[in-house]
């Protein structure tokens, strides 16, 4: 299954809108903690999967990359990309992450950004990582979390006066699609465990070097009086893998 909802019309014009679609990284609630896990970049050669309006590209070309190749399923997405970069070293190709395919050794860094669980197959992402990956290379994604996927709804269970009592987390164990609703749209995810991810890195021959269930910074918690709510569970998952030297 390749969703392609980002190319509705209605539903883009909403994530537009969306705060970290308007402010780029600094407004994504989890950069402070995904910058610390991405590696030097200059000289690299980088592949973004999934990239959406290209904000991790034009960082990595900030930071000196020789050659970066952000990759999306959504022509839309891809549109605004080309649009607000500026770097010639940054390339754009529309493509579901389950099409992509490169020779080995291909890159330095891959890179997804709240993409894979979109995919069904965590195992064969890993799989073509580690494949496209020069030796020592690096593999650093954030997905939602697996607690935050778990139930599918992605809402709170509210009491009578619409307070929110807890999040829910049932069938936790049943992998598989989630209808979601997202910007007040249905949006269908798949649901992994936190074993799934872990373990699909370490049988692919990743070394994981950290995972992060990243906080709102004290600014959003001070700014942003509901934030308080993204402490009661963890709504990002992030993960750093090596390939370690031959």
Same mark, same amino acid.
């Given at each position: 299954?390749?969703?392609?909802?980002?190319?509705?019309? =209605?539903?883009? %014009?909403?994530? +537009?809108?969306? @705060?970290? /679609?308007?402010?780029?990284?600094?407004?994504?609630?989890?950069? $402070?903690?995904?910058?610390?896990?991405?590696?030097?970049?200059?000289?690299?050669?980088?592949?973004?999967?999934?990239?959406?309006?290209?904000?991790?590209?034009?960082?990595?070309?900030?930071?000196?990359?020789?050659?970066?190749?952000?990759?999306?399923?959504?022509?839309?997405?891809?549109?605004?990309?080309?649009?607000?970069?500026?770097?010639?070293?940054?390339?754009?190709?529309? =493509?579901?992450? %389950?099409?992509? +395919?490169?020779? @080995?050794? /291909?890159?330095?860094?891959?890179?997804?950004?709240?993409?894979? $669980?979109?995919?069904?197959?965590?195992?064969?992402?890993?799989?073509?990582?580690?494949?496209?990956?020069?030796?020592?290379?690096?593999?650093?994604?954030?997905?939602?979390?697996?607690?935050?996927?778990?139930?599918?709804?992605?809402?709170?269970?509210?009491?009578?006066?619409?307070?929110?009592?807890?999040?829910?987390?049932?069938?936790?164990?049943?992998?598989?699609?989630?209808? =979601?609703?997202?910007?007040?749209?249905?949006?269908?995810?798949?649901?992994?465990?936190?074993?799934?991810?872990?373990?699909?890195?370490?049988?692919?021959?990743?070394?994981?070097?950290?995972?992060?269930?990243?906080?709102?910074?004290?600014?959003?918690?001070?700014?942003?009086?509901?934030?308080?709510?993204?402490?009661?569970?963890?709504?990002?998952?992030?993960?750093?893998?090596?390939?370690?030297?031959?």
């Amino acid at each position: 299954m390749k969703e392609n909802k980002y190319d509705d019309e =209605a539903f883009f %014009e909403k994530y +537009s809108a969306f @705060p970290r /679609s308007v402010g780029g990284l600094t407004a994504a609630g989890e950069w $402070h903690e995904f910058k610390k896990l991405l590696p030097d970049f200059a000289g690299q050669r980088v592949l973004d999967m999934g990239c959406g309006f290209g904000w991790h590209c034009i960082y990595a070309a900030e930071q000196g990359a020789a050659e970066v190749l952000g990759t999306d399923l959504s022509a839309k997405m891809l549109a605004k990309a080309r649009e607000t970069t500026e770097y010639p070293q940054v390339t754009y190709r529309q =493509a579901a992450i %389950e099409d992509l +395919s490169f020779g @080995p050794e /291909s890159f330095d860094t891959v890179v997804s950004s709240l993409a894979l $669980h979109y995919v069904e197959s965590f195992d064969a992402v890993c799989a073509s990582a580690y494949e496209w990956l020069r030796a020592n290379g690096t593999f650093v994604f954030s997905v939602e979390h697996p607690i935050f996927t778990a139930y599918g709804t992605q809402d709170w269970v509210y009491g009578a006066d619409g307070s929110k009592l807890h999040w829910p987390v049932d069938r936790y164990f049943s992998e598989g699609w989630r209808d =979601a609703v997202f910007l007040g749209e249905q949006v269908v995810k798949h649901h992994k465990t936190l074993a799934t991810y872990l373990q699909g890195l370490i049988e692919a021959g990743f070394v994981i070097e950290a995972v992060v269930e990243p906080k709102p910074t004290a600014d959003l918690l001070g700014s942003v009086p509901e934030m308080s709510d993204e402490l009661r569970r963890p709504m990002m998952l992030l993960v750093k893998a090596r390939k370690p030297l031959a």
